[in-house]
């Protein structure tokens, strides 16, 4: 059974004698609470459970004595849209309620009070026997927002989003969110409802959209935002200034009246009561770098931010939008930023850079994300059409019995099976397969895949790997550790331990047998399992580089197709992707990851530290020599060192030539089973790998090393023969007669 949660919940809490006090005085104030490390959401004084969402910790209110729909079955316990009393249906503003007799508005009045209240507190409802709290937002998205197909229905992701929405506004440490979607996720209408729901409440504001493009913003000003203002109820909707339904610009505003025989009859009390308006904007403007560029803004939705294509770019907008939202260091202005992502090539990689720039996890020492926002995902299965039953949840797994769905039809397909049977049908055509992981995305690797037109390599293959490993990796494929020498005496023993903090990541660990295997010949230790597997490494020389930056130091290691069964055949079992405070720490790192498994290493000698450390500590024998030219042949530095250049265009085209067989023989689908190769970030080097750009690729270059290691047969050259022409001449003989005779 497929189990999947957006979130944790924390309750112990409310244990808590001083929570127990705070809540009974409604003490809880709604923004960040450094004391609990979350951001409440609650507007009523308490708070109750706190839910971590990709990080952040929210505080919910505390559960109410009555709560709607409880006196009903479980079964029937979902969300149903409050509606308005038919009466009310007539009255299309609030000059028509003020007319009405006074007697006949009491009965409306606690109505609308509550509205009010839903769409400032919240609004709790029983959800199949659960107490189930939407924020403000939400509430008016669900009942009072018109969408393309009606009105919208509950989904459980959807309250899980608004949750996060919440605390953004009120964490005055974030700028907003930066929500990384699937396609039909509604995000554009709950973005257009938040922006007139704001706005409707809002004095002397101004509130602006962007999108991929000028004419995609005013589609979605024109087709979802003045729409959704239009139908509000006459008790939310404030004074309008212009035309019904703008083109540019909806401004809340005093109209300019002309001042006519029924306007001079008006009460001095109307004037004054209806005469205000709101003095605030919603407009949208061209994509661009400097949109928005010194303008104050309350609300920047900024929608299809994924979609950026070049020269646009999203970076460069978010860095002069961003002034916008802020007075000096306080931030005045929310970004509702959310989007898919195009291929990287298409923009899609500013845009993946800045939502990883807005992991939450990642603070500076003002408690701000690198960009500011929040980031945020929920995977498709969450929020597919067609598969959210009554009370909001996805129906994962196929059901034995058809489920009624939220719009009334049946569901027969789990979303995981459907999902899979889709990507299967599209596996013959990567690029399809791709668009199609993008759109509908079940991870953040899904999201931001990319093109396989631009690919060095089989990228069917690696993401087929990538996605086998995903489920595989929590099974305990891959442990990390760290390597040691034994009570601490160096050229003794390497033993291996587990540590979660260790730089070492292993699939593979040899029997006692063949750890720590060399053999000494002339005063030189040499590797004792040679022929079972080798190592391939990209290190560097300088321990500090200028602002702390620098490549990081790779090691791979890999087996042969040997016949000893205590040896997996052709299977990566090591990766080492770090940089250490010192290259003298990295050096004995690969020092002692080669003594452990007995196994030569192929490293490049273009940045020759690690090879003289090989040497001094006496283990030159460790250090292969280039496989592609005989020992007669090698230059004096290649002799004392071993290695291998890198500046060669052979060895270039030979080292990603390595990599693609390897890739085409042992990654991704082989028949009916996958591959072993269960490193992700050696996958998605893999899947980048830009042989113009090889000093950006430490992995590939590692990997690709070990692999040309282990195969270092294929590149040996030939001897040269030379052939001498040996004179052989046959004699002719004339034989007539008794006699024969030699022709001259």
């Known amino acids: 059974m497929y189990k999947q949660t957006l979130y944790k919940i924390y309750d112990e809490h409310l244990k808590d004698r001083d929570i127990k006090t705070l809540n009974k005085h409604k003490k809880f104030k709604y923004g960040y609470n450094p004391d609990l490390d979350c951001v409440i959401i609650s507007k009523d004084g308490t708070l109750g459970e706190i839910y971590e969402i990709q990080g952040l910790k929210v505080g919910l209110?505390?559960?109410?004595?009555?709560?709607?729909?409880q006196d009903l079955k479980k079964s029937?316990?979902?969300?149903?849209?409050?509606?308005?009393?038919?009466?009310?249906?007539?009255i299309k503003s609030i000059y028509d309620f003020t007319r009405y007799p006074e007697k006949d508005k009491e009965e409306y009045y606690e109505y609308i009070d509550n509205e009010f209240n839903y769409r400032n507190d919240g609004y709790w409802f029983m959800c199949n026997g659960s107490p189930c709290y939407i924020t403000g937002s939400h509430y008016i998205y669900l009942n009072w927002t018109k969408i393309d197909v009606g009105s919208p229905d509950f989904r459980q992701a959807n309250r899980i989003f608004y949750y996060f929405w919440e605390a953004c506004k009120a964490d005055s440490r974030s700028y907003g969110m930066c929500y990384l979607k699937n396609r039909r996720s509604g995000f554009s209408f709950m973005a257009s409802s938040e922006c007139v729901n704001q706005a409707t409440t809002s004095k002397d504001s101004r509130f602006g959209i962007l999108s991929k493009t000028g004419a995609d913003a005013k589609k979605m000003f024109t087709d979802k935002v003045v729409p959704i203002s239009i139908n509000y109820p006459f008790f939310f909707k404030p004074i309008q200034d212009g035309m019904e339904r703008p083109k540019t610009e909806l401004s809340y505003k005093v109209p300019s009246r002309r001042l006519t025989r029924n306007s001079i009859r008006e009460t001095e009390v109307e004037r004054e009561g209806m005469g205000k308006g709101l003095d605030t904007t919603i407009d949208w403007k061209n994509t661009g770098d400097n949109s928005y560029d010194g303008e104050?803004?309350?609300l920047l939705v900024h929608d299809e931010s994924g979609k950026w294509e070049r020269p646009d770019n999203i970076l460069n907008n978010w860095r002069v939008t961003k002034t916008c939202l802020r007075l000096g260091s306080k931030i005045?202005?929310?970004?509702?930023?959310?989007?898919?992502?195009?291929?990287?090539?298409?923009g899609g990689d500013n845009f993946k850079k800045l939502y990883n720039n807005s992991n939450v996890e990642n603070r500076n020492?003002?408690?701000?994300?690198?960009?500011?926002?929040?980031?945020?995902?929920?995977?498709?299965?969450?929020?597919?059409?067609?598969f959210i039953d009554k009370y909001g949840y996805p129906v994962f797994d196929s059901p034995s019995s058809p489920i009624k769905g939220i719009d009334d039809e049946y569901i027969y397909t789990g979303v995981i099976e459907h999902w899979e049977n889709e990507v299967e049908g599209l596996k013959r055509d990567s690029d399809a397969l791709n668009e199609y992981y993008r759109q509908f995305p079940r991870s953040e690797k899904h999201a931001f895949r990319d093109e396989t037109l631009n690919s060095l390599f089989n990228l069917t293959k690696i993401y087929e790997q990538i996605d086998f490993n995903e489920e595989m990796l929590m099974k305990g494929h891959i442990v990390k550790g760290s390597f040691s020498w034994k009570s601490g005496i160096k050229d003794t023993e390497v033993i291996w331990t587990p540590n979660n903090n260790g730089r070492f990541k292993v699939s593979w660990i040899p029997p006692k047998l063949l750890r720590n295997s060399n053999i000494i010949k002339k005063g030189i230790k040499y590797p004792g399992n040679d022929g079972l597997g080798a190592f391939g490494c990209d290190s560097y020389d300088i321990s500090g580089t200028v602002g702390g930056r620098g490549s990081n130091g790779a090691l791979h290691g890999l087996t042969t197709f040997s016949m000893v069964s205590d040896v997996p055949n052709s299977k990566f079992f090591l990766e080492y992707i770090a940089r250490p405070q010192t290259a003298e720490i990295f050096f004995e790192d690969v020092l002692m990851a080669c003594i452990f498994y007995g196994m030569p290493l192929l490293a490049e000698n273009n940045k020759p530290r690690l090879l003289y450390h090989f040497k001094r500590r006496g283990y030159r024998g460790f250090s292969m020599n280039r496989p592609d030219k005989l020992i007669g042949n090698l230059s004096k530095t290649e002799l004392e060192l071993g290695g291998i250049p890198n500046s060669s265009e052979d060895i270039k085209q030979a080292h990603a030539s390595a990599i693609e067989s390897y890739i085409e023989e042992y990654v991704g689908k082989l028949g009916e089973n996958h591959g072993n190769m269960f490193f992700q970030r050696t996958l998605e080097d893999w899947a980048r790998f830009d042989i113009s750009r090889r000093t950006a690729h430490d992995a590939s270059i590692s990997s690709g090393l070990a692999i040309m290691a282990c195969r270092k047969h294929l590149y040996r050259p030939r001897a040269e023969r030379t052939v001498t022409k040996v004179p052989f001449?046959?004699?002719k003989y004339r034989n007539e007669g008794t006699r024969s005779e030699i022709i001259k």
């Open 61 to 69: 209110p505390q559960i109410p004595q009555v709560i709607e729909g």
């Open 76 to 90: 029937n316990q979902y969300f149903r849209k409050r509606l308005k009393p038919g009466s009310l249906n007539k």
């Open 296 to 298: 104050k803004l309350q």
């Open 332 to 346: 005045v202005g929310k970004c509702m930023m959310g989007s898919t992502s195009n291929a990287l090539a298409k």
């Open 365 to 386: 020492r003002n408690g701000q994300t690198t960009s500011g926002l929040y980031a945020l995902f929920l995977p498709m299965e969450w929020g597919y059409e067609g």
């Open 729 to 731: 001449e046959l004699s």
